[in-house]
């Protein structure tokens, strides 16, 4: 009997919460669209999900949009409208260049996997190479020191930046994915070899 409880929690709960988030996940976009263009206001009753589907067609327009000289042009006069509001500024130029970073197709922020100690040398933990020191910090360091970023289990979200020397990182041949994943499970998940 325990047997088979236990075997249909281990198909249920993953199921179950898999449906929970996505669920989550639609509420809060459909929530998220002005009283306007929710469906409620055109047709008079609830559809869910197509907030979801109306803010992945927003992010596709907006792409195309930018993508082109006059939508180039448009954008960096709002750049350069946004860097002159003091607190505003800070904020958005900090966001953005940590969204240029992670998601650059020619960046290197989080491609790599890696083993480094932490949080003492007796302990190891997996890390994601996020670039390379820069500015006055890169000068105050020894040659071959990377960026890495160590997430926390089970949030990934949060986590510990650090500065490492190259030599001092095991370099891993598992996709990024299949390590977040690594992470995410507490160790019990491994990643194929």
């Given amino acids: 009997m325990k047997k088979y409880f236990i075997t249909g929690l281990l198909v249920l ?3 179950v919460i898999t449906v929970w988030v996505f669920m989550l996940v639609i509420n809060t976009m459909d929530n998220l669209l002005p009283q ?3 469906p409620e206001a055109w047709f008079g009753l609830h559809i869910p999900g197509m907030g979801l589907l109306l803010t992945l067609a927003l992010v596709l327009l907006t792409g195309v949009f930018a993508a082109n000289f006059l939508g180039q042009q448009l954008i960096e ?10 607190v505003v500024k800070s904020i958005y130029g900090g966001v953005k ?11 290197k922020a989080f491609r790599k996997a890696v083993l480094v100690r932490f949080p003492h040398n007796d302990a190891w933990t997996i890390a994601f190479v996020t670039g390379e ?3 006055e910090v890169a000068q105050h360091l020894p040659a071959g020191c990377v960026n890495v970023y160590v997430p926390t289990t089970p949030n990934p979200t949060s986590g510990y930046f650090l500065i490492v020397e190259k030599r001092h990182l095991i370099e891993l041949d598992i996709k990024v994915d299949a390590a977040l994943k690594y992470v995410l499970s507490m160790g019990s998940v491994a990643p194929s070899h």
């Fill in 36 to 38: 306007a263009l929710r």
């Fill in 77 to 86: 006069m709002w750049e350069s409208l946004l860097a002159r509001i003091p």
């Fill in 133 to 135: 020191p820069g500015g």
């Fill in 13 to 15: 709960v993953p199921l």
């Fill in 97 to 107: 260049q940590v969204s240029d970073t992670v998601f650059a197709t020619d960046g």
